[in-house]
């Protein structure tokens, strides 16, 4: 082709424009055309995604099982929130793949005004908005319901809505997470697809398993440095003291004149366990006619050796010392996370038998009930199976007849580490004379097992198997008579709130209702929860930040049920209501 004068050539693998010169096809896919990087601007949200983002933060702020703040509204909303932004996106774009779906699209836009078309993802987001703010209104009333049933503290709505534009933050900030990844993801497929020359398909798919991957083990690694980083933190922690604590000056507590555990070593909760206890006098009120004696507590820190067999080994040694295989009640306590033992369910006990009983707890972990249960929970098994196997071979050596009454306790993550040191109902009745457990999560093996074949007719928040011959479960006092047919000694007992998140709480809520949410609710004064798939989850997660921070009786409390709880398990002969009465003003006086 002739060149005429005055014109310029074209480049090559470009094409003429109106404005001059276009860029090259190289250029489009590397992403350096100027213009191209002037224009773009952040994509606006994806209506399907935005719809159906505000129905999932609208439904999370319904009614869990226990009342929540506004900051834990903001956070569950969030990310429901975000959860229900990419559901949106996922199921329109399925959807795209039906044809019937697409004549309905393209009929319902050919009947929307051309003034208003290039608004309708504004309208969509005031109306979502609208319905944010509405919902908020609501929810701080089923709040005020919910606070004023257990006697806590109103929020006001004006409080309530500050929950709105946290709730947008969180949202937001996943979803651009999410694009920053599909994005990484697009890059990695036109690199294989240049580069390579792979087929789009398969570009595609290796591109996003890389990236996924990639994103994996960058969490792998964050997780475990953030792991590393609480056990320091709770280390240090564990270093301190509870104001008030003082070492004990009696033999029958580690730590104390004669103990092979040095008093720093038992960690923070151990020292605030041997330096608890009733008083003298507080065992002579309790029981009048019986000579007090100084209960025995014996407690092994994660510093006094390194194994749980060791640790175990060492508790016994620690129990022949301090006498207490010749008590009449040898109680195994399995810690929390952190080490801690509750002491209301010790004293209990210690008051009921005046002071003639035995308590040996070991420690396994620095961390918090929760980050163990979540990452670590098998330590909480191990240490349990470690001590109770060494107690029961030294109860082997005793005449049966001088043997104490074997005991076991555990509550929440101490529950489930008490409970899977045992196979079934049976071993439990075999190998113990009785067990307590309080706020049993739903990984415990057993207390699963058993409420999944209850009896029929009878629900799983009030579960009753065999006719309660030889287990029960109770949120209060009553239920732990109910039924009203013979208990069999060895008994089991475990204490259940039915708004405790602990006892609920499983992935499978995810996308399948439990049946705790799918019966009627009985004997309820407050908002009712119902199951939504994904919301619900994450509704009873964030419960599970608030379980203690309810009055005791409610959420994950149990302080003032474990009295009538051991009263049930393993009364003293002849023991009456007034004597737990008496007992109950000594551990919550006026």
Not at 299 to 323: F, H, K, M, Q, W
Not at 534 to 540: G, K, N
């Amino acid at each position: 082709m002739t060149q005429r004068p005055g014109e310029v050539a074209p480049l090559s693998g470009a094409t003429r424009t109106a404005s001059g010169v276009s860029p090259t096809d190289d250029q489009h896919q590397a992403g350096t055309d100027p213009r191209r990087r002037r224009r773009r601007r952040p994509r606006p949200p994806h209506p399907a995604g935005l719809a159906m983002g505000t129905l999932f933060a609208v439904v999370a702020m319904t009614p869990s099982l226990l009342p929540r703040d506004w900051l834990y509204q903001g956070l569950v909303s969030g990310i429901s929130g975000a959860l229900g932004y990419g559901v949106g996106v996922a199921l329109a774009r399925v959807l795209r793949f039906v044809p019937a779906w697409r004549r309905l699209v393209s009929t319902a836009r050919g009947r929307v005004p051309p003034t208003l078309a290039p608004h309708l993802l504004t309208i969509l987001g005031l109306l979502a908005a609208a319905v944010v703010v509405v919902m908020l209104v609501q929810g701080a009333a089923w709040q005020r319901a919910m606070t004023a049933a257990i006697g806590m503290p109103p929020p006001s709505t004006l409080d309530w809505l500050r929950a709105g534009p946290l709730l947008v933050l969180i949202a937001a900030a996943f979803v651009l997470a999410a694009r920053g990844v599909w994005w990484v993801s697009r890059r990695v497929d036109a690199l294989l697809e240049r580069r390579l020359r792979w087929p789009h398909a398969v570009a595609s798919v290796v591109a996003t398993v890389l990236v996924l991957g990639g994103v994996v083990i960058v969490n792998d690694v964050l997780l475990q440095r953030a792991l590393g980083a609480a056990d320091a933190a709770f280390a240090a922690r564990n270093a301190g003291d509870h104001p008030g604590v003082e070492r004990p000056s009696v033999a029958e507590r580690s730590g104390g004149p004669g103990s092979l555990v040095a008093w720093g070593s038992l960690g923070r909760e151990g020292r605030r366990f041997v330096a608890g206890g009733p008083s003298t006098d507080e065992l002579r009120t309790a029981a009048p006619d019986a000579a007090p004696t100084t209960p025995v507590r014996v407690y092994v820190g994660i510093e006094n050796a390194d194994t749980p067999r060791e640790r175990a080994v060492l508790a016994v040694e620690e129990l022949e010392r301090t006498g207490a295989f010749e008590r009449q009640v040898l109680l195994l306590v399995t810690t929390t996370g952190s080490g801690w033992a509750n002491n209301a369910a010790v004293e209990s006990l210690e008051l009921m038998y005046a002071g003639d009983t035995a308590a040996v707890a070991a420690q396994y972990s620095y961390l918090p009930s929760w980050l163990s249960f979540l990452f670590d929970r098998a330590r909480a098994s191990d240490e349990s199976r470690a001590l109770l196997a060494a107690v029961e071979e030294h109860l082997a050596g005793l005449p049966a007849d001088e043997r104490p009454l074997l005991l076991a306790y555990g509550e929440s993550l101490g529950s489930y580490g008490s409970e899977t040191a045992f196979s079934s109902l049976a071993d439990i009745r075999e190998r113990t004379d009785g067990v307590l457990w309080a706020g049993p999560p739903d990984a415990n093996p057993v207390w699963h097992a058993l409420v999944e074949r209850r009896d029929p007719g009878t629900p799983a928040v009030a579960p009753v198997y065999a006719s309660g011959l030889f287990v029960r479960f109770a949120g209060d006092a009553a239920q732990i008579t109910t039924p009203t047919t013979p208990w069999e000694p060895p008994r089991a007992l475990y204490l259940q709130h039915a708004d405790d998140p602990v006892v609920w709480w499983s992935p499978a809520v995810l996308l399948s209702a439990p049946d705790r949410l799918r019966e009627p609710p009985v004997g309820t004064d407050r908002p009712v929860m119902r199951w939504f798939p994904v919301v619900t989850f994450w509704q009873l997660t964030f419960d599970l930040l608030n379980a203690k921070s309810v009055p005791d009786g409610y959420g994950h409390n149990y302080d003032g049920l474990v009295l009538d709880g051991w009263v049930g398990v393993v009364p003293p002969d002849g023991w009456a209501a007034a004597d737990t009465e008496r007992v109950r003003a000594i551990l919550a006086p006026p």
